[in-house]
């Protein structure tokens, strides 16, 4: 098994290098490969900031790499549940934070939209202003 970075699937997602999307994709198809969370934080944050891709775009990418057999994907049923909740109009790092903090009792932030969003959502979260 081999792990990646970012880069990989922004390549595979975009198509944006054809060098480049033709190496990344020999690498998938020899490889049993791990995907971090933070990669996946990472890909949600370069498709829509730097290729301007819609929602709608980035959730189908995700679910697809969470649905490729020869991938493991950390923490997939929490990216799973946060493309859920980003699905419904939650920000993807907010939604994963909370999903990744489903364990523990209570999740405080300042971030009052946040609180809004995810109350609104019945996210099951206890939220709480510091």
Not at 19 to 42: P, W, Y
Not at 48 to 59: F, K, P, T
Not at 116 to 121: D, E, H, P, V
């Amino acid at each position: 098994m081999i792990a990646i970075d970012t880069n990989i699937l922004v390549r595979i997602v975009t198509n944006d290098n054809p060098e480049q999307v033709q190496r990344a994709a020999k690498l998938l198809h020899l490889h049993a490969v791990f995907i971090s969370k933070t990669v996946i934080l990472e890909l949600e944050w370069v498709l829509r900031y730097s290729y301007a891709l819609e929602r709608s775009v980035i959730l189908v990418a995700v679910q697809k790499i969470l649905t490729t057999d020869s991938f493991t994907v950390e923490h997939g049923t929490a990216i799973a549940q946060a493309l859920r909740w980003y699905e419904q109009g939650m920000d993807f790092a907010d939604a994963l934070h909370l999903a990744c903090s489903l364990h523990a009792d209570k999740f405080a932030s300042f971030d009052k939209r946040l609180i809004k969003k995810a109350t609104g959502l019945n996210t099951g979260v206890v939220l709480l202003e510091p």
